[in-house]
């Protein structure tokens, strides 16, 4: 889990963020990762693709959540400047941040893998520009 500050607050989120051009969400998956924890991660299956709207902003997200082996931090990485710190938590420990997550996105994708949901990564079909 990642610490963060998000508009003014403190809130825990898994490493996420946003697709980059060119880039597949399993490559966006690992670069966020390294970036938000300094940890190495291999998506070994999706558990889940979701979408919620804030009804505060009106923003509407769409998350890809992968699971997989990740790697110990770096200490030679640093990490993005939002983040405050990184935390292995249990998912009783999560539960008790509910207050404090940056969405419900969090709880849904943990407990969607608790349940067993893997989807394999040949679900995700990446095509060339060049194709209409």
């Known amino acids: ?15 996420a963020g946003h697709l ?5 969400l399993v490559d966006a998956a690992v670069r966020e ?11 070994s299956a999706l558990v889940g693709i979701y979408r ?3 009804d505060a ?3 509407t997200f769409l998350r890809a959540t992968f699971c997989g082996p990740c790697s110990d931090p770096r200490e030679e990485r640093e ?3 939002d983040i405050v710190a990184t935390h292995w938590l249990e998912p ?4 008790a941040r509910e207050r404090q997550l940056r969405s419900p996105l969090v709880l849904r ?9 893997r989807y394999p990564l040949e679900l995700l079909v990446e095509l060339d520009r060049g194709h209409a």
């Open 79 to 81: 990490l993005d400047r």
């Open 109 to 117: 994708s943990i407990d969607d893998y608790l349940a067993g949901r």
């Open 92 to 95: 009783d420990d999560i539960r």
């Open 20 to 24: 980059e051009d060119g880039e597949s």
């Open 33 to 43: 990762c390294r970036e938000e924890t300094a940890c190495d991660f291999s998506p």
């Open 57 to 59: 902003s009106g923003d």
């Open 1 to 15: 889990m990642v610490e963060e500050h998000i508009d003014g607050a403190i809130r825990y989120n898994q490493p």
């Open 52 to 54: 919620w709207r804030h």
